[in-house]
């Protein structure tokens, strides 16, 4: 049976022989040229008012065909269901769709911007990772806003619209080309993954009804990202600094809740999975970890940075992991420890901090500035998990 890929921006899956052509519209070298139209599949599917060339179909394995209409070469290459542009080279490289989910106030969106921020930068160079805009939306919204609005304007961002907003339920991705340079024996080589994240908003997970408008972002994804606000428990919320800007509490779900309908959909989705488990991978990420590190041992690992290296520590992972567990306890979190249990076979807690301070009251970034911690930790996880990104042996 053929290998089914999985749209980086519909997350519709299809073979690669379905994958169709769209024609460039530049003089061929036998002087014709295709008109632009409008594509009312884009339109349709994702909302989007575009003019480009026809689509034709041809043998989508390869990365080239010939347009009957004006007899051009083509090499852009789009998904049979959205007709979205796919990237460089998909269906040849490894393709993992990350899926960022939370209750509402958890700052999902803040951790995301700072996460592909920092791989792009620092973190980028200790790991010999690039991440680029697999397209030009992607460049434009990720540069406008959410990068130049953080960074540059210290603005809080705003939270992400819920997918009942979006045109026809559609939720709209950020695609990302992720790149690895490898030591071999024979010489450095280079290993690409096709990284789609879309954050979906906290009302998305309010209601059973809800939470089905993103069942196939969710059964599609090879992981997840699943961010809580420690603050939303009643223990930790009693240990925060002074002076920290606690989350709503009126119309915001419990993390309990949230962790419930993500687990019910992935069982539903695995029919019982390993062991009767949800095999999907999942990073249980609390954040804002800053307002509860004065509470914590010296000795504890949450208050220290990761181990220098181009490899992700396992070690290091496990003893958050560990200490994370723990904490729960005193969190009056016990509950969720179970349900991650009892429900999935593959995950791993992390304690991150975004900004590394709480923000102003007004929305604003501190004036120390963004000062991440540890806020890569659970993407190199997963992409550790995928082979995507070297790491060390587990200890003995």
């Known amino acids: 049976m053929a290998k089914r890929l ?17 024609c460039t519209t530049r003089p061929s070298p036998t002087r014709k040229r295709c008109e632009a139209i409008r594509d009312e599949v884009l339109l349709e599917r994702l909302g989007q008012r575009r003019d480009g ?14 347009c009957a209409g004006c007899d051009g070469v083509t090499n852009y290459r789009i998904c049979p269901v959205c007709h979205s542009t796919l990237p460089v080279q998909f269906g040849m490289v490894d393709n993992r769709l990350i ?35 697999a397209d030009d939306a992607t460049m434009v919204r990720f540069g406008k806003e959410y990068q130049d609005k953080l960074y540059d304007q210290g603005q809080m961002l705003i939270g992400t619209r819920s997918a009942g907003a979006q045109v026809n339920n559609q939720v709209d991705p950020l695609v990302f080309r992720f790149g690895v340079t490898r030591r071999r024996w024979f010489g450095d080589t280079a290993q ?98 800053d307002a509860l590190l004065h509470h914590l041992d010296p000795g504890s690992p949450l208050r220290a940075h990761p181990p220098r290296g181009d490899r992700f520590d396992i070690a290091d992972s496990l003893d958050v992991h560990h200490e994370v567990r723990g904490l729960l306890r005193q969190w009056d979190g016990v509950t969720l420890d179970q349900m991650l249990e009892n429900n999935h076979a593959r995950y791993r807690y992390f ?13 604003r970034v501190a004036a120390t500035g963004i000062q991440p911690y540890r806020v ?15 790491r060390t042996r587990r200890r003995g």
């Open 6 to 22: 999985t749209c980086p921006y519909c997350y519709e899956t299809f073979t690669a022989r379905k994958i169709l052509f769209r």
């Open 53 to 66: 060339g026809p689509v034709f179909a041809a043998d989508g394995r390869r990365l080239s065909a010939t």
């Open 99 to 133: 899926a960022m989910v939370g209750a509402r106030e958890s700052g999902k969106t803040v951790f995301m911007t700072v996460l592909l921020h920092e791989l792009m930068n620092r973190v980028g160079e200790r790991f010999r990772v690039s991440l680029m805009g």
């Open 192 to 289: 690409h993954t096709v990284l789609s994240f879309f954050d979906t908003a906290g009302e998305d997970f309010n209601s059973r009804e809800s939470v089905e408008l993103n069942t196939r972002y969710l059964a599609n994804a090879d992981g997840i990202i699943l961010i809580l606000d420690p603050l939303q428990l009643p223990g930790a919320a009693e240990l925060a600094a002074p002076g920290t800007l606690m989350p709503r509490t009126d119309d915001v779900d419990t993390p309990a809740n949230v962790l419930a309908r993500v687990s019910n959909l992935l069982l539903a989705r695995d029919g019982g999975g390993r062991r009767g488990k949800a095999t999907t991978p999942i990073a249980v990420v609390f954040a804002k970890m």
């Open 351 to 363: 304690g991150v901090s975004a900004l590394g301070r709480t923000p102003t009251s007004d929305g």
């Open 376 to 390: 890569t930790d659970p993407l190199l996880w997963l992409l550790s998990e995928f082979r995507a990104v070297p």
